[in-house]
């Protein structure tokens, strides 16, 4: 376990490399329009249908760890041929198609990678101390993201060149940024190949149940990929059939498309409505996030280990609807610490919400690939995640795309100080398919999870419990001093121990 923490150590110094404001940055240098980034948010969740190779693989095979080695080097090297698009190719239809399919390429092999390593992780870590495991592994490496988000930033600003603001963005107009975007892609490529080749000093696990029978016979290489994807589906279909699993399937796809449908808009409101500077947004977004999610993963993994998955993905999911909010109401043309503050503290929302999230969906998936015939679990899961995922950003860049004139002409959508655009109609499109996921998860099964409504009881209890001694403290202090106790019978000190014995039964 403690390999796993310290390569995705290296793993978040590529991560953080790649995203941030230098993926919209780099779009916008290329020549994106609102469609092509709705379609590249698209296919960075189109691509989960290659978890449906890597599944059958599993099932035909048992074998993990070399797959997921396979996959993942080859798609953290790819990083390195998408860095050298911009320098070979002009701006333009051509340079963005092509950075597109290379795009796609990468995103393919990264989800045939995932299902090979979350079976391998459901052997070697105990499902016991599974929850606090994934959030201290969190702890460890979310210090890391922030600090190469933050020097991402930097590197970007100082290689921008100060121009008029109505200045489009082009090489021309920033001649030293592209270059600067490249060279954060191919650093963080590195890292993530190092990433990846620590996993090789682990052992592979090879587990009975997943071998598949070996046919004697062999067929024609067409006839037997046709046969592999028929049994990729059929298993799909087999995993829809278990009532347990199509109540998260849906969820899943739902929460891929309100995670998609906003996708690179929200960098781009910031950074050409409000004005963010590259730091600003990458501090925003890749900072204020992940750090509330620092404050706040053991919480939900000792949660997750007491309460069960699914009420803490209930409880994290409403939470999410509260996080876009904030965007519209950050005033068009007020001051700018107003603006990244509003900003940062919607973030830090999001990042406490989002973080559990991404913490139950884990833990179900990892849930159900202890289970017979696991691969087909997680290769349904990547079914309806493809599906969500690709019509929230389809969807989200026809909505854009087709509402542009807000873009550019005095919104009809402004009221007072506000004024919303199309990209807001895309963040509330998104809200509204969050409450949606909220409903699919409340008739969820989760074995041994405990009611949400308890759960609520509970935490509105431990809440008085905990807030009513601190604000009686003063009153009953005071009163101690001045010598109106009162008697046993009905002064303020039986009171109180009646109240406090009353709360504790009820408790």
């Not at 519209?328 to 900003?343: E, K, Q, R, V």
């Amino acid at each position: 376990m403690r390999t796993v923490t310290a390569a995705w150590m290296f793993g978040v110094v590529w991560m953080a490399c790649i995203s941030g404001s230098q993926m919209t940055l780099l779009g916008k240098l290329l020549g994106f329009g609102n469609r092509d980034f709705g379609y590249l948010s698209a296919i960075a969740w189109t691509a989960y249908l290659g978890q449906l190779i890597s599944a059958v693989i599993i099932e035909r095979t048992g074998l993990r760890k070399y797959q997921f080695i396979f996959y993942a080097t080859i798609q953290r090297l790819i990083w390195l041929a998408i860095a050298a698009v911009p320098l070979v190719l002009r701006p333009g239809p051509g340079a963005v198609r092509v950075f597109l399919v290379i795009y796609a390429l990468g995103a393919l092999l990264a989800h045939m990678a995932m299902p090979p390593w979350q079976n391998w992780m459901a052997d070697m870590i105990p499902r016991r101390i599974r929850g606090r495991y994934f959030a201290t592994r969190r702890v460890w490496t979310i210090p890391i993201q922030i600090l190469v988000t933050i020097a991402a930033g930097l590197i970007l600003d100082l290689a921008t060149v100060d121009v008029p603001p109505e200045t489009p963005l082009t090489v021309a107009s920033q001649p030293y940024l592209l270059p600067a975007i490249c060279g954060l892609f191919a650093f963080g490529a590195i890292f993530g190949v190092i990433d990846v080749t620590l996993f090789l000093r682990m052992r592979e696990i090879v587990s009975e149940p997943l071998l598949a029978p070996r046919r004697r016979h062999r067929r024609h290489p067409l006839i037997a990929a046709a046969g592999a994807v028929g049994e990729a589906f059929g298993s799909v279909i087999q995993a829809v059939r278990d009532r347990r699993f199509i109540h998260y399937a849906l969820y899943a796809a739902t929460i891929a498309f309100a995670m998609t449908v906003g996708a690179q808009f929200w960098w781009l409101n910031c950074l050409e409505n409000l004005g963010y500077s590259k730091l600003g947004a990458n501090v925003v977004f890749m900072v204020c996030s992940p750090l509330m999610a620092l404050l706040t993963v053991r919480l939900w993994g000792r949660l997750i280990d007491r309460w069960g998955r699914r009420p803490v993905l209930i409880l994290c999911t409403a939470g999410t609807f509260f996080s876009p909010v904030g965007w519209f109401f950050i005033p068009a043309d007020g001051p700018m610490w107003l603006a990244y503050a509003l900003g940062a503290a919607t973030c830090m929302i999001g990042g406490a919400m989002w973080g559990g999230v991404e913490l139950g969906r884990f833990n179900v998936l990892l849930g159900f690939s202890e289970s017979a015939g696991r691969s087909k679990y997680m290769a349904a899961a990547a079914v309806f995640t493809a599906v969500g995922g690709l019509a929230g950003g389809t969807f989200g860049g026809w909505l854009a795309d087709h509402f542009i004139a807000l873009q550019y002409d005095r919104s009809p959508l402004s009221v007072g100080p506000f004024l919303w655009n199309n990209w807001h109609l895309t963040f509330l499109a998104s809200m509204v398919a969050r409450l949606v996921a909220v409903g699919l998860l409340i008739p969820m099964p989760d074995p041994g999870a405990k009611p949400f409504r308890e759960v609520i009881r509970h935490i509105r209890v431990n809440a008085y419990n905990n807030a009513l001694p601190r604000l009686f403290w003063r009153l009953r202090a005071w009163r101690r001093r001045e010598g109106h106790v009162g008697s046993s019978r009905g002064g303020t000190g039986s009171w109180w121990s009646r109240l406090w014995r009353r709360r504790q039964r009820a408790a």
